[in-house]
């Protein structure tokens, strides 16, 4: 009899990650909250790791813009 394989990763966490447990992140709770542009531009700043002016020519918007819908998110 082969022994099951560990697992890397624990229910819990699976849980939290997929929005099912009680410690739903904040990148993961603005990425479902919101207008689409200000999830875009949120993204690209927190997970991405742009800087605003880089969120900002990337949606081709001013840099007041982009931090404006990050600050919304």
Known sequence: MVPPKPRLVSPEFTRNVTG?????????RNAQNGTPRSR?????????????EEVAQIMNISSSDAAALVQTA
């Open 40 to 52: 875009q531009a949120f993204l690209l700043r927190t997970v991405e790791g742009f800087s605003i």
């Open 20 to 28: 099912q447990g009680p410690l739903l992140s904040r990148s993961a």
